[in-house]
């Protein structure tokens, strides 16, 4: 998308300029305003209005839709165009989503927003609940007062002495993510919720604001603890900790760094992780049987509390495993920063999911979801009860049973070889023993 805001605010300048100045005491507002989403991106938008006295005068006066070159100009570009009404003005506002805080900056470098001398720069310092979320913007009101200069000039071409008589007003809106923040500190010039406006005097010919937000945003943390227990009764326990994608990719720092070293330091296996737009890590360790994943269900990593018991019974060829797993997470009281703040996510989670996958055919469970021979529960944590998880299956139609079914295959297809043989050597022994005998 590569349009020229310069065109766009030029034809809207040119419009409410002439429509201002039938109606000299009319105000022309321009508003540019930038609102972040959660998880990352957002939408930036530039939009212009009139007082309706002057709309009406001009459209009197034989000017037809104000706003018909800025229309079609912004659709050819992918931007999205909207009319709106406000108090007493009406206007039309442009809107351009942007997907991380790299394009956004680069929209008021070159790109559709870089007329209006805008320049703007976000920082973001992630930790796994909670982002430092810095906005600065500097705004170069001399060239916003020459673009409005040059659209004046243009006027008094077509004949208008004096068009507006300077009566151009600027606002600057920053909407952060909507719930899930507090505002730390700003210099803007009144707050509505997450809404900040900064009124800017265009009065100097010269000179920059700067404008300025430090926000708190709380993070989504998405966990799923998931064990996978193989036919011999050992397995995997691995624990995916996520956030949205967008959120990740514009933090200067690293959110899983403290458990990528917290858990490398325990001898886990830590890999990469994306998924249903959110990026992570997989935190891992296998086990051999039972008693490792009893002890694994206390780690204070990997675990989440729990009393585990996986038992494997049954006949040969038809095994049974019994899991089940009594979940009272407690927080942790040691000196690691990554866990205390791994555990108070964790504390927080009204929906963790917790997956258990066992060999063969279940036969009973508690699970909410059920996948085939995979079993997930919905775990409400900011709940203090503890919970019990319980499922069972039998390995009959699983790798074990085929395994059973070919040894006995073959113990067949051996006993009937040897009863062949034995048959044969006791034919050709009756066979000599007749020839020997008299007739």
């Given at each position: 998308?590569?349009?020229?805001?310069?065109?766009?605010?030029?034809?809207?300048l040119?419009?409410?300029?002439?429509?201002?100045?039938?109606?000299?005491?009319?105000?022309?507002?321009?508003?540019?305003?930038?609102?972040?989403?959660?998880g990352?991106?957002?939408?930036?938008?530039l939009?212009?209005?009139?007082?309706d006295?002057?709309?009406e005068?001009?459209?009197?006066a034989g000017i037809?839709?104000?706003?018909?070159?800025?229309r079609?100009?912004?659709?050819?570009?992918?931007?999205?165009?909207?009319d709106?009404?406000?108090?007493?003005?009406?206007?039309?506002?442009?809107?351009?989503?942007?997907?991380?805080?790299?394009?956004?900056?680069?929209?008021?470098?070159?790109g559709p927003?870089?007329?209006?001398?805008?320049?703007?720069?976000?920082?973001?310092?992630?930790?796994?609940?909670?982002?430092?979320f810095?906005?600065?913007?500097?705004?170069n009101?001399?060239?916003?007062?020459a673009?409005?200069?040059?659209?004046?000039?243009?006027?008094?071409?077509?004949?208008?002495?004096?068009?507006?008589?300077?009566?151009v007003?600027?606002?600057?809106?920053?909407?952060?993510p909507?719930?899930?923040?507090?505002?730390?500190?700003h210099?803007?010039?009144?707050?509505?919720?997450?809404r900040?406006?900064?009124?800017?005097?265009?009065?100097?010919?010269v000179?920059?604001?700067?404008?300025?937000?430090?926000?708190?945003?709380?993070h989504?943390?998405?966990?799923?603890v998931?064990t996978?227990?193989?036919?011999?009764?050992?397995?995997?326990?691995?624990?995916?900790i996520?956030?949205?994608?967008?959120?990740?990719?514009d933090s200067?720092?690293?959110?899983?760094?403290?458990l990528?070293?917290?858990?490398?330091a325990?001898?886990?296996?830590?890999?990469?992780?994306?998924?249903?737009?959110?990026s992570?890590?997989?935190?891992?360790k296998?086990?051999?049987?039972?008693?490792?994943?009893?002890?694994?269900?206390?780690?204070?990593?990997?675990?989440?509390?729990?009393?585990?018991?996986?038992?494997r019974?049954?006949?040969?060829?038809?095994?049974?495993?019994?899991?089940?797993?009594?979940?009272?997470?407690?927080p942790?009281?040691?000196?690691?920063?990554?866990?205390?703040?791994?555990?108070?996510?964790?504390?927080?989670?009204?929906?963790?999911?917790?997956?258990?996958?066992?060999?063969?055919?279940?036969?009973?469970?508690?699970?909410?979801?059920?996948?085939?021979?995979?079993?997930?529960w919905?775990?409400?944590?900011?709940?203090?009860?503890?919970?019990?998880?319980?499922?069972?299956?039998?390995?009959?139609?699983?790798?074990?049973y085929?395994?059973?079914?070919?040894?006995?295959?073959?113990c067949c297809?051996?006993?009937?070889?040897?009863?062949?043989?034995?048959?044969?050597?006791?034919?050709?022994?009756?066979?000599?023993?007749?020839?020997?005998?008299?007739?």
């Amino acid at each position: 998308m590569t349009f020229h805001v310069s065109r766009f605010t030029f034809y809207a300048l040119r419009f409410l300029l002439i429509a201002a100045s039938l109606f000299l005491s009319a105000c022309v507002t321009i508003r540019s305003s930038t609102e972040f989403h959660v998880g990352g991106g957002g939408i930036k938008s530039l939009s212009w209005a009139i007082d309706d006295m002057a709309l009406e005068a001009a459209k009197a006066a034989g000017i037809g839709d104000p706003f018909a070159q800025v229309r079609a100009r912004a659709q050819a570009a992918g931007a999205t165009v909207e009319d709106f009404h406000e108090g007493s003005q009406t206007g039309v506002v442009v809107r351009l989503p942007f997907d991380s805080v790299a394009e956004l900056e680069a929209l008021g470098e070159s790109g559709p927003f870089a007329d209006l001398g805008e320049e703007v720069r976000v920082t973001q310092q992630a930790t796994l609940r909670d982002s430092m979320f810095i906005v600065r913007v500097r705004l170069n009101v001399s060239q916003i007062n020459a673009l409005i200069d040059a659209t004046k000039e243009d006027l008094k071409a077509l004949g208008i002495a004096d068009p507006l008589l300077g009566a151009v007003y600027f606002n600057y809106v920053i909407v952060l993510p909507a719930g899930v923040g507090e505002i730390v500190s700003h210099n803007a010039s009144r707050v509505d919720g997450n809404r900040l406006t900064w009124d800017v005097d265009l009065g100097s010919a010269v000179g920059t604001r700067e404008l300025e937000v430090t926000a708190r945003i709380a993070h989504v943390v998405y966990a799923h603890v998931d064990t996978v227990v193989r036919p011999d009764g050992g397995g995997e326990r691995r624990l995916t900790i996520a956030l949205a994608r967008g959120l990740v990719a514009d933090s200067e720092e690293d959110p899983f760094a403290g458990l990528r070293r917290t858990a490398e330091a325990g001898n886990n296996k830590v890999e990469p992780y994306e998924g249903m737009g959110r990026s992570g890590i997989v935190i891992s360790k296998p086990f051999v049987d039972g008693a490792e994943l009893r002890a694994l269900g206390r780690d204070p990593l990997l675990g989440l509390g729990e009393t585990i018991t996986l038992t494997r019974g049954g006949e040969l060829w038809r095994p049974t495993f019994a899991f089940t797993s009594t979940v009272a997470p407690v927080p942790p009281t040691g000196a690691d920063p990554a866990l205390n703040e791994w555990h108070a996510a964790l504390s927080e989670m009204t929906d963790l999911r917790y997956s258990v996958t066992l060999p063969g055919r279940i036969t009973a469970h508690n699970a909410a979801i059920v996948d085939e021979n995979t079993l997930t529960w919905r775990l409400d944590m900011t709940s203090r009860e503890p919970r019990t998880l319980t499922a069972s299956s039998e390995a009959w139609h699983d790798a074990v049973y085929p395994a059973g079914l070919v040894g006995s295959g073959c113990c067949c297809v051996t006993g009937a070889i040897v009863a062949v043989v034995l048959l044969a050597v006791g034919y050709q022994a009756n066979r000599r023993i007749r020839r020997r005998s008299p007739s």
